[in-house]
């Protein structure tokens, strides 16, 4: 299980079980527990905010350039500055260039499978990918899971940590739902690591891997984030991870069965994907939404 899902199975300090005890049985460190990451001061997040904006709208920035831009808006901060949160956001500029995600040590690379190759069919190609995501006084990351065809969202998961697990988790939700031929992702060490290609390689499914710092070859997920940038995380201001991941849920919801799209003639992905009338998924939808507000 995750490290991110442990701790939210640990009561607070003062219930009927200690802490300790707690983390004992679900086997988590103490100290993962009470771990709090070292934030970012009030001014790198501004600073963080543009970059993300601005790499959204323009991804073919590097450090060197998005550094500049931040001079002209009138903001004093070298490229070393820059480039440091770069990393920690996971940006890259998206030509061939040294990645800020690297493999791990040893982890067996897999060619790309995907050139010329016609995607026709749910469930022929599956495509993972992370994005950075913003909040009142910190970030996490999201990872997400998509069938190439449909552009359905099959499952995904938000973390604080920037590791294999909650990887891992998105992918073990989605391998229960179905199986596809091909899965494409990049050269990061989440996606390399060999608890998640053993996954797939148990499921016999082939794998592909982008070519180094190509975003293009995973096209669609990167579409997929724009979406969730300018349709959803620029619109609201997160107060923590919790309101981040209820929000999120809430818009992938109606991505999935109620947001046309434009490349499916108008159509919306779960009707593509599950070959049904979009209606009934928008109707779906439209019943739990209403659910949530009578709820709340």
Known sequence: MPVDDK?????????????????????????SYYYEPIGESEYNRS?????????????SLGSPKMTDILRNMGHVVNHKRVERLMRVMGLAAVYPKPRTSVPDDGARKYPYLLAGLAIERPDQVWAADITYIRMRRGFAYLAAIMDWH??????????????????????????????PE???SDQGAQFTSEAFTSRLLDRG?????DGRGRYMDNIFVERLWRSVKYEEVYLKDYADVWEAEREISRYFRWYNEVRPHQALGGATPASEYFNRDGEIAAQSLRNRMMSDIVAA
């Open 7 to 31: 701790r939210r199975l640990v009561d607070p300090p003062g219930g009927a079980l200690p802490v300790k005890r707690q983390c004992e049985l679900v086997g988590l460190a103490r100290s």
């Open 47 to 59: 600073l963080m905010k543009l970059i993300d904006e601005t790499y959204t709208e323009h991804p």
């Open 150 to 179: 449909s552009r359905y969202v099959l499952s995904w998961r938000l973390s604080i940590f920037m590791d294999a697990a909650f990887c891992v988790d998105a992918l073990e939700e989605a391998l229960s739902r179905g199986r």
């Open 182 to 184: 091909i899965f494409n």
């Open 205 to 209: 499914v082939e794998i592909s891997m």
